[in-house]
């Protein structure tokens, strides 16, 4: 090659590395997480090429523009179908702390805060598909089912039948279920045919081909799970419709069960999370048709919200909601989450609610399914230990999938969010804020069984284990902040 050539290249190439470089200042931070922002910012500056490559495929958060539109349409569609629904009355004992946060959520999601309700907890797998089933039976209008992961096998097959039997005498069934979740697992195809045999109509959320002009950021993904039935009776929970091993050699390897809590209720707030769904529903077909209404209001205790979240909805609800109640609460705060990587707000929160005197019992598995998310969350513990954060490990080889919290003795939060930055930013979640004292009498009796199956981790235990661990935690925790 002539040397002059050569020159010029080498030149042209260090004057690309450098604008790389200056350009990943400005463009990285913009509306971003300090902490996010850094960890961009030292990936691109040591590889430019390769880190820019990764930042446009992993580094913007925000939908596609028509997605956009679309979602900013049906942000108004839930605030227009909402507007002539008033709050329940406030019962005589609610805390005084909760009618501000009430209010914060009707202000971001426009859900209005429902009651009387009826509730239960479901905690075990095959009770859990039961009881979606039961109710099926008794459908007479439509059954509306939305899943991160929907897999037909042997453990589901009570729910699959129950469909079947639904479409058999004229009840409608829509399914939504998460595109590019559904084709990491086992078992797609034969879902799919068995939804299309029984004449149910189902749709991917958030699809990814590109070829057809359907791309986003690839792990924007819709986490909600929610079953709505005649507009009278809703599940939602952290429930996967999916065997407890998921059908991965490597859990069944390892022995791997998830364990789950799901929720059943009835009431008008079944009513907002249809109108979730229906949001959903017309993301990805066009299709709206009008809302059922409970023809019954039965005589519960119980008042909820709907608490809706993801790159569609503006101020990250979930975070914004789950920081304000753990600053609320003044006795007690239970928080059981499978991944528990908060961001500074939500980490400064549950420490501080500690350092004051509030018992704060924090539940996470003894192991973990997901390596680094595993050990970023790990790097975590010795924080909240010193803080006065009590943790406590469900034994191995169970994964606790549940997601919930309760604070005090009258409010509780149940649904699809982890306490992640993941499901603050990234995911479409779901979760039911609730108001009352039986169903956090009932989640801290799922707790209480949790505890005997548990041991609590100490700061002294915790400080001695292997170095190699802690420096997989501290790798893992820089990474976490990539969203």
Known sequence: MD?????????????LDIGLRLLALV??????RPASAIAWLLIIMIQPILG?????????NRLSRGRREKMAAIQELIGESTLDIDDAPAPRDRPEWLGGILQLNRSLSSMPHLGPAEAIVWDEFDAQLEAMARRIDEAESFVHVEFYLLVASERTEVFFAALERATARGVTVRVLVDHLTSRRYPRRKQTIARLEAMGAEWRDMLPLRPLRRQWQRPDLRNHRKLVVIDGAVGFTGSLNLVDPSYLLRKNLRRGLQWRDTWLEFSGPPVRALDVLFWSDWWAETNELAELATSATTPDGDLNASVVPSGPGFEGEINLRIFVELV???QERITIVSPYFVPDETMRYAITSAAMRGVDVELFASEIGDQFWTYHAQRSYYEELLRAGVRITLFAKPTVLHSKFMTFDDQ????GSSNIDMRSFGLNFEV?????????????????EAYRQQSTELTLEAWMAR??????????????????
């Open 3 to 15: 040397p002059t050539v050569a020159q010029v290249l080498g030149a042209l190439f260090i004057a």
């Open 27 to 32: 463009v990285v931070p913009y509306e971003r």
């Open 52 to 60: 820019w490559i990764l930042f446009g495929l992993l580094g913007n």
């Open 327 to 329: 600053h609320a609460a």
């Open 411 to 414: 409010v509780s939060v149940i």
């Open 431 to 447: 979760s039911m804020l609730v108001e009352g004292h039986g169903m956090v009498a009932q989640l801290e009796g799922i707790a």
């Open 466 to 483: 292997h170095r190699v661990a802690q420096m997989f935690d501290s790798i893992a925790r820089l990474s976490s902040a990539l969203q």
